[in-house]
């Protein structure tokens, strides 16, 4: 039994071509979208230019049948506008916590525990001067010299 046959090289073209034709569709249904639709979505419009193609590749079978063709293509839809939706709370995720405060990975030697600045405001670090000075801001500091005050400790 061959794992590879024609009809899952087809099925795999199909999956292929609906998500490209996901994309596409994805972004056409939204430009026909009111002015006044898609100006009240504001950074929620990447979430609903995903959500359209999954919801055309969910009810594409119901439509046009359910053969291989359709199905290949409605789950290449759905793909596609799961992957847009998921891309965009990634970059989101990403972009809240790059560089503005603690964020992942540096809570213990960045902004939190060494800084004399949280976000723009003075604040009390949990570690180091109390005076306002911003010698721990910096999370490209080298915090294992000795002028950081570490070595006392």
Same mark, same amino acid.
Do not use: C, H, W
């Given at each position: ?16 071509? *609906?998500?490209?034709?996901? $994309?596409?569709?994805?972004? $056409?249904?939204?430009? #026909? ?6 100006? #009240?979505? !504001? ?18 079978? #119901? ?8 199905? !290949?293509?409605?789950? *290449?839809?759905?793909?596609? &506008? %799961? ?7 990634? +970059? #989101?995720? $990403? ?9 992942? *990975?540096?809570?213990?030697? &960045? ?9 723009? @405001? @003075? ?7 109390? +005076?306002?000075?911003? +010698? ?9 010299? %000795? !002028?950081?005050?570490?070595? +006392?400790?």
């Amino acid at each position: 039994m061959a794992m590879f046959t024609k009809e899952t090289a087809l099925e795999v073209a199909y999956i292929g071509a *609906g998500a490209a034709a996901g $994309k596409v569709v994805g972004a $056409k249904v939204y430009e #026909q979208l009111p002015a006044s639709v898609t100006t #009240q979505l !504001g950074t929620y419009a990447p979430y609903v230019e995903g959500a359209i193609p999954v919801l055309i590749g969910l009810f594409l079978p #119901q439509l046009a049948g359910s053969s291989t063709f359709v199905r !290949g293509l409605a789950n *290449g839809m759905i793909a596609s &506008g %799961a992957s847009t939706i998921v891309g965009t709370a990634y +970059d #989101q995720i $990403k972009g809240a916590t790059a560089g503005g405060g603690a964020g992942v *990975g540096n809570v213990m030697m &960045g902004n939190v525990m060494m800084s004399g600045y949280g976000n723009g @405001i @003075i604040s009390t670090p949990l570690m180091g001067s109390t +005076d306002g000075d911003s +010698d721990y801001s910096d999370t490209s500091y080298d915090f294992t010299s %000795a !002028g950081t005050g570490e070595m +006392d400790y």
